[in-house]
């Protein structure tokens, strides 16, 4: 029931730049919430990568980063590197139905 | 350092009460814009909230879930309670808390999950 809408899969070789797109509508991206972005090893728990569409908490490399527009926000891996193989979520807040907290539908990244 | 741990049952019935507890540790539920929260994710699928408290006994719960979850906090404890009412196998998942910092409304600290198998 995720109303964020993410590519399944994406996938790049080693050093290549890949981005990951999160849509959304007017009752959460489009109203003006933030976006955040988690990444997923295998096995473990998700983990905050970027918060509020474009910061990233100490700790991430700068290889990530995070963009917003509309209705729609995007996560950008550049010098993509083999532990960047993961899953990612966006996450969001949805103002219709008393407000609720959003998650997208996941996107896993290979690297070839 | 914030961490947080959820424990219950690993196995529950159909039809069965579920009740999770989150111990955690690094702040207080008592602080202004404190928060924590309840995530699942079904194995391979997507991660779905399902709940909220803030350090005002605020209550937010997934619209979808509503009429079978109830969320409470033990400030003294250091703990937050979650239980989900009427299990059925499609709820097998391993569920998440999470301290969600309300500047932003972000989860920033998860714990390492609990998976939950609900069958006969």
């Known amino acids: 029931q995720s109303v964020l809408t993410q590519p399944p899969s994406v996938s790049g070789a080693p050093g290549q730049r890949v981005t990951i797109s999160c849509t959304g509508s007017s009752s959460n991206i489009g109203a003006g919430y933030d976006v955040h972005w988690y990444q997923q090893l295998p096995g473990t728990a998700p983990k905050l990568l970027i918060y509020?569409?474009?910061n990233r908490p100490s700790g991430v490399p700068d290889r990530f980063s995070g963009s917003k527009s509309g209705t729609s926000a995007s996560l950008a891996i550049t010098g993509l590197q083999a532990e960047d193989e993961a899953d990612y979520y966006c996450q969001s807040y949805d103002s219709s139905l008393s407000g609720y907290y959003v998650f997208g539908t996941g996107t896993k990244v290979t690297v070839l | 350092q914030i961490t947080l741990k959820e424990s219950g049952p690993t196995l529950v019935k159909p039809t069965q009460t579920l009740t999770l507890t989150c111990t955690f540790s690094?702040?207080?539920?008592?602080?202004?814009?404190?928060?924590v929260g309840w995530i699942r994710q079904p194995p391979g699928k997507a991660l779905e909230w399902l709940a909220l408290?803030?350090?005002?006994?605020?209550?937010r719960y997934s619209p979808s879930l509503k009429s079978r979850l109830t969320i409470t906090k033990d400030t003294s404890k250091n703990q937050v309670v979650l239980t989900m009412t009427n299990m059925d196998p499609v709820d097998t998942a391993t569920y998440y808390c999470?301290?969600?910092?309300?500047?932003?409304?972000?989860?920033?600290?998860w714990g390492q999950g609990t998976l939950v198998t609900v069958s006969s």
């Open positions: 999470a301290h969600i910092w309300s500047g932003y409304d972000v989860f920033d600290y």
């Open positions: 408290i803030y350090w005002d006994d605020d209550k």
């Open positions: 509020g569409n474009s």
């Open positions: 690094g702040f207080s539920l008592s602080t202004s814009g404190v928060g």
